[in-house]
């Protein structure tokens, strides 16, 4: 019979990029485990919601995916106040003294939290909510230019030295990677690390909709839920739609007002749609290819324009066109550039077949299920 287990989870504001990790501890509540997040007091209603217990990190600089931060002092920040913020590293030590869970889930961006928990003894998923070669590749000489702060507070605790990120990941019994298999390029993976697919659990509800044009192809926007100084992109996409022959449904996210674009009669702008309310009857999905809204037009088989605006996206960019499943162009792209490139995939069936047969070669992938009987597995008697 399954042990009901403590659980910590330490994680990030991290936008979409939260949501195969919400999808994970709710699972976790709904099979009888206590679960508590260690993360950024922006999140606290929503991991409430969850039904977790939490707790606010102290000793880091407050962070809120929503507000906005220029493009060229983003990634300074997340790296100096996030990834390499050693506050992760003892607020979870602090965390596992006081509530003595039985296994710790940590989001593989957190890297001294990851230090903290080897140095805790307690089993640790590694949790990667992106393609994992990114951790190991394209991100692996930005980390590692900074190895030796991670080394420097592995050596304070006791807990040797790592030659790289990579083996600090891959030491860890478990690495979670909430992609399909497919996106990731690398032909071998160490033991540790296992694709369970995106890690989905249902919507919490969202904006109602209703389709208006039903004869016409149906197009959905959906950029980024954090904010990317995205307004002037939507607008353009709204414009490029509005002289379309289709019906769209732009949604803004949590960061944008509705109302701050102007659309067309053929377009609705909504805050929020749950991907499976509309998803099904779509025939094309604009993105910015964040991995979550990737994931998700790939299972359901839905051909994407992508519009990457920094970030993992340029990557997550390159696997859909590398699979055939859409095509790439610049979030700086002209209206008229963009509404050619609408029209080119809505008039190609070789993409629509591909992404049908991509959907149709993932049904049977291992999902949220999957994970949480990996996850159970780490649970010990102490």
């Known amino acids: 019979m399954r042990r009901s287990a403590s659980v910590l989870m330490v994680t990030w504001d991290g936008a979409g990029a939260l949501e195969p990790e919400r999808a994970l501890l709710r699972a976790l509540i709904a099979r009888g485990h206590s679960v508590r997040v260690l993360a950024h007091g922006s999140i606290r209603e929503t991991i409430a919601r969850d039904g977790a217990g939490f707790l606010e990190v102290q000793g880091v600089r ?51 939290a990851l230090v903290a928990a080897r140095h805790s003894g307690l089993p640790t998923a590694v949790l990667c909510h992106f393609p994992y070669y990114l951790a190991v590749g394209p991100f692996a000489p930005l980390l590692d230019s900074r190895l030796e702060e991670t080394n420097t507070y592995a050596a304070e605790l006791g807990v040797g030295q790592f030659p790289s990120h990579q083996a600090l990941f891959e030491t860890s019994p478990l690495v979670l990677v909430s992609s399909y298999r497919a996106f990731d390029p690398l032909e071998s993976f160490a033991p540790s690390v296992v694709h369970v697919g995106p890690c989905r659990s249902g919507p919490e509800g969202g904006g109602t909709w209703q389709r208006r044009r039903p004869g016409r192809p149906l197009v959905v926007v959906g950029l980024s839920t954090s904010h990317q100084n995205q307004v002037p992109l939507l607008q353009r996409l709204c414009d ?143």
Request: hydrophobic share 45%; proline share 7%; net charge negative.
């Open 240 to 382: 490029a739609l509005g002289a379309l022959e289709v019906e769209a449904l732009v949604t803004t996210g949590p960061a944008i007002a509705p109302d701050s674009l102007e659309a067309s009669d053929n377009t609705t702008v909504l805050s929020f749609v749950p991907h499976d309310d509309v998803l099904p009857s779509t025939d094309l999905l604009i993105t910015h290819a964040g991995h979550g809204t990737v994931m998700a037009g790939a299972a359901y088989g839905v051909p994407m324009l992508c519009l990457p605006m920094g970030r993992d996206q340029p990557m997550n960019a390159e696997r859909v066109a590398h699979l055939g499943l859409g095509s790439v162009v610049e979030p700086d792209a002209s209206v008229q550039e963009v509404r050619r490139a609408i029209a080119a995939i809505l008039a190609s069936p070789t993409i629509k077949q591909r992404a049908k047969r991509f959907a149709a070669s993932v049904v049977g992938h291992p999902g949220l299920d999957h994970a949480v009987g990996l996850v159970e597995g780490l649970s010990v008697d102490r």
């Open 62 to 112: 407050p962070y809120d995916s929503r507000q906005p931060m220029r493009a060229e002092e983003e990634m300074p920040f997340v790296l100096e106040h996030i990834w390499f913020a050693r506050g992760f590293g003892s607020e979870l030590l602090g965390a596992v003294d006081r509530f003595r869970p039985d296994f710790l889930l940590v989001d593989i961006c957190l890297l001294q």
